[in-house]
């Protein structure tokens, strides 16, 4: 079965809706150069205090300093840390030492062939890679929540390496799941806007999405 991460979870209310539905991760947005979703550090933590194991709580960050996540993920109370920017190897140690039993996703932003390198180059380092669909090199960054899907052939070419396991995200929602599912085969999929209707996550909607990967196997 294909893993489901909720992200942009922005209440407690939100988070046990996640779950009880089906959701195996959700994810708590830091502040963000852009994009939807971003709630307080505080917010963060009283929300992940919630979440049972084996859920998995992922805080999304946009910072490059080890040192400076490494805080941040104390404050937050994670057990998972999302990096959506690009990090120097030498950082991956230091995180590591600094938070023993937390696992690194890092997030690769897939565009052209630079993608699969950076994503091979990257998984030694992490426990898993999640592909999105962000431009670092903007003047203001997208660094998630674009709701655009990328090129899945260049997705499938990097879960094909098999060195960790891969999180889809980009423009997911049920229309489309079940092709990118079968044609990618992710080891998860992460989806914010594809589930919910205006700013609250949509009850009826998360259920037919759940549905739809479930079909896809």
Not at 153 to 164: D, F, H, K, P, Y
Request: include cysteine; charged fraction near 20%.
């Amino acid at each position: 079965m294909t893993q489901v991460k909720i992200c942009c979870i922005g209440s407690i209310e939100e988070a046990r809706m996640a779950i009880r539905l089906g959701a195996d991760a959700v994810g708590l947005v830091s502040e963000m150069p852009s994009g939807p979703g971003v709630i307080p550090e505080t917010l963060i933590a009283e929300i992940a205090a919630t979440v049972p194991p084996p859920t998995a709580t992922f805080l999304l960050t946009s910072l490059t300093d080890p040192r400076l996540i490494i805080a941040q993920q104390k404050r937050c109370g994670v057990n998972t840390v999302q990096i959506c920017d690009r990090l120097a190897p030498d950082n991956y140690p230091v995180l590591r030492a600094g938070m023993p039993g937390v696992s690194l996703v890092q997030v690769v932003h897939v565009g052209g062939e630079e993608s699969v390198a950076e994503a091979v180059e990257v998984a030694g380092w992490v426990d898993a890679l999640l592909l999105d669909s962000g431009n670092r090199e903007l003047p203001v960054k997208e660094l998630g929540g674009t709701g655009r899907t990328h090129d899945w052939g260049l997705s499938a070419r990097i879960v094909a390496e098999g060195e960790v396991p891969v999180f889809l995200a980009g423009g997911l929602c049920v229309r489309n799941v079940g092709e990118a599912i079968r044609s990618v085969r992710p080891f998860g999929v992460d989806l914010c806007s594809g589930v919910r209707t205006g700013d609250a996550l949509d009850e009826r909607k998360l259920i037919v999405f759940m549905e739809a990967v479930e079909a896809a196997g």
